[in-house]
């Protein structure tokens, strides 16, 4: 096969798989892994893909990306209904306690179902605390939640209050259950996201929770954004959409780290 015939597959693949490894790549075209290494190279010099550990993914997938909460809102729209469904119940009726929503589109899809929440007895009372604008919108009028919104600046771009009071805030409080999102989660890097401040914002979440629920969708798994707030042993539960890749099973494995495919 012609390197040009090559270049021409490579790109294909990332196109429709979001990345390549230079294994599967070598065994697919039957030649050499530096033969594949120099294929992706070059590629990578005419921008066309950036090059990872292992492989490489499309050129615009970087540690510091970043969509708009309105751009993530209508993507993974099943994958991310089916999580929030799995996180529900876990909360049933006769939950008596406090929850920290992290900001995020999946946890989004879990505010909608708490706003329906009712309990078995009208003496309990189901505390909700979030720094998500849209999720305080979500569920400010249920009759059922006390809701506490965090204050903070407030992110355009996700609509998350951060910043250093919003970090003391939380770090005052120590929830029964928190559920957070990530944009990436991987074996050697674990919970990750784009934002400095946010990042500081989950990882006062995590350390101050009584038990530590992610919520990814598989789209994330394997990857690593810039900054990293919680490892995998920082979990207790995460739920997920999708088999996860063997390396990222063992080490949840390794860590104690429950995993429900929803």
């Known amino acids: 096969m012609y390197q040009a015939e090559r270049h ?12 390549v490894s230079v294994s599967d790549l070598s065994r697919r075209f ?54 929030a469904h799995a996180a529900f119940r876990m909360l049933p009726p006769t939950f008596s306690g ?55 600046r407030v992110r355009g771009i996700t609509s998350a209050a951060v910043g250093t009071s919003t970090v003391d805030e939380l770090s005052r409080i120590r929830p029964d259950i928190a559920f957070i999102g990530a944009n990436g989660l991987s074996a050697d890097f674990g919970l990750s996201t784009p934002d400095e401040l946010e990042g500081a914002v989950k990882a006062a979440i995590v350390r101050g929770a009584r038990r530590v629920v992610a919520l990814v969708d598989s789209t994330k798994v394997g990857e690593e954004a810039l900054f990293r ?28 780290v429950e995993t429900v495919l929803a």
Do not use: M
């Open 229 to 256: 707030f919680a490892d995998l042993d920082h979990l207790d539960t995460l739920i997920t959409d999708a088999a996860l890749p063997a390396d990222l099973d063992d080490a949840l494995g390794l860590a104690d």
């Open 8 to 19: 021409a597959l490579i790109t294909d693949v990332l196109h429709t798989a979001g990345r």
């Open 30 to 83: 039957d030649v050499t892994a530096e033969t594949v290494r120099r294929d992706l190279d070059q590629l990578e010099a005419a921008g066309l893909l950036r090059r990872v550990h292992g492989g490489a993914v499309t050129a615009d997938r970087t540690s510091v990306a970043e969509s708009s909460i309105a751009v993530r809102q209508e993507q993974r729209s099943e994958a991310k209904d089916a999580i």
């Open 98 to 152: 406090s929850i920290v929503l992290d900001a995020g589109t999946t946890t989004g899809r879990l505010a909608e179902l708490l706003a329906e929440w009712t309990p078995v007895s009208e003496s309990q009372t189901l505390t909700v605390i979030t720094n998500s604008v849209p999720i305080a919108a979500v569920l400010h009028q249920s009759p059922h939640l006390e809701l506490h919104l965090v204050g903070g």
